[in-house]
């Protein structure tokens, strides 16, 4: 059953994004070449026990990290370890966060010093597809709507977005129901309404859709070595609109 957020309640979770965002621009400026990505996960301990709040990721079934780092044909669920950022590598960090009782969820990709023409397409188109997706979520649309809107836009610009990982409901819960895919039909699916709470995140590849999982059980990549983005940020549907928690 979905549980919709009350005014007071989507209030306590602007707190859980803005912290969210805030260590998303934090880790964003940790990222350069020679880092290693192990290094980004001490940083995001230290920073959210500087803030009192509580890494969503680390444990949760089992992942081992504060939050995940995914380089280049890496999709999403990278580990962080002894792997070195290099120039021209672009960097996909995803990041939960638990504060006073709610969750916030976001994700960026991130250009490493020069990159190809093909990398800075893919970022932008990442980033635009949630941008756009915004123009169809209201009370009273469907979750296929929104769904559409990315998929169609994403092909457009001759890009896949990935199938198997799709968003989520968030709140009380760092995953809730309904799934958001990046892909689907309009008119279709549950009808969004007002006091829903959702992370919405395009993965997007340069070719092919389909991903594979590495031998860690949790790292995924593009199963013809393409790159890959992936954007995310916690929205709110409310009376006034949708609110962007994590920007």
């Not at 915004?134 to 709507?145: F, N, P, Q, T």
């Not at 689907?184 to 092919?208: F, W």
């Amino acid at each position: 059953m979905i549980r919709l957020k009350t005014k007071k309640e989507i209030e306590k979770m602007k707190k859980a994004g803005l912290i969210t965002r805030d260590l998303l621009l934090y880790i964003t400026e940790k990222i350069a070449p020679g880092v290693k990505t192990k290094k980004l996960d001490e940083f995001t301990e230290e920073w959210l026990k500087r803030k009192n709040a509580v890494p969503a990721f680390k444990g949760y079934r089992g992942y081992p990290a504060s939050l995940c780092v995914s380089i280049n044909d890496e999709v999403v669920h990278g580990i962080p370890g002894e792997r070195v950022i290099e120039e021209g590598d672009i960097v996909s960090i995803d990041i939960g966060v638990y504060y006073d009782g709610f969750y916030g969820d976001g994700a960026r990709t991130i250009p490493v010093g020069k990159v190809s023409e093909t990398a800075e397409k893919l970022i932008r188109v990442a980033e635009a597809a949630f941008w756009n997706s915004l123009k169809v979520i209201k009370d009273g649309a469907r979750i296929g709507d929104l769904s559409a809107e990315i998929q169609e836009f994403v092909e457009k610009k001759g890009f896949s977005v990935v199938k198997e990982f799709v968003g989520h409901g968030i709140g009380f819960e760092l995953h809730e129901e309904p799934q958001v895919p990046n892909f689907g039909i309009r008119g279709t699916g549950i009808i969004l309404k007002e006091g829903m709470t959702l992370a919405v995140e395009p993965m997007v590849n340069e070719k092919d859709y389909r991903v594979r999982i590495m031998e860690d059980g949790w790292t995924a990549r593009t199963i013809d070595g393409g790159l890959s983005a992936h954007y995310e940020n916690t929205i709110a549907i409310t009376d006034n609109g949708v609110q962007v928690l994590t920007y």
